[in-house]
């Protein structure tokens, strides 16, 4: 299975934390990283963030830098998202796919598209 599976979505209070992970159960040789992205309701898709599978590099969106941090487990063939200080803002399905090139910000460079986790944030 080469779908990712996304988990640790949930409703939490603004200012409070979540981590979520993906997990690639047949990870995909063609892929140089995984990202994440969201999608609020009525909203476009947009990047979150994104990790190469050596995890020396990672990327951000202006909108989460500093509250967000991707890592990855290797081993686990894991992606995680540590997500911060979260704003209502931030509230939106949250998904996680692999990319096969460097272009790390597009969504349309990405494959292999998990469900999505919801993330819901209150005020």
């Known amino acids: 299975q080469v779908q990712p599976v996304e988990s640790g979505g949930g409703l939490v209070q603004a200012g409070g934390s979540l981590r979520l992970s993906c997990v690639v159960l047949?990870?995909?040789?063609?892929?140089?990283?995984m990202g994440w992205f969201r999608r609020a309701p009525g909203k476009e898709r947009e990047f979150v963030a994104a990790i190469d599978w050596s995890g020396a590099k990672s990327f951000y969106s202006d909108s989460v830098k500093g509250r967000f941090t991707i890592s990855r487990d290797g081993a686990q063939n894991t992606v995680h998202l540590q997500m911060n200080s979260l704003k209502p803002g931030d509230t939106a399905t949250y998904y996680c796919?692999?990319?096969?090139?460097?272009?790390?910000?597009?969504?349309?460079?990405?494959?292999?598209w998990g469900q999505g986790t919801q993330v819901t944030v209150s005020s």
């Open positions: 796919a692999a990319v096969p090139s460097g272009s790390y910000y597009s969504a349309d460079a990405y494959l292999h």
């Open positions: 047949q990870r995909n040789w063609n892929a140089v990283g």
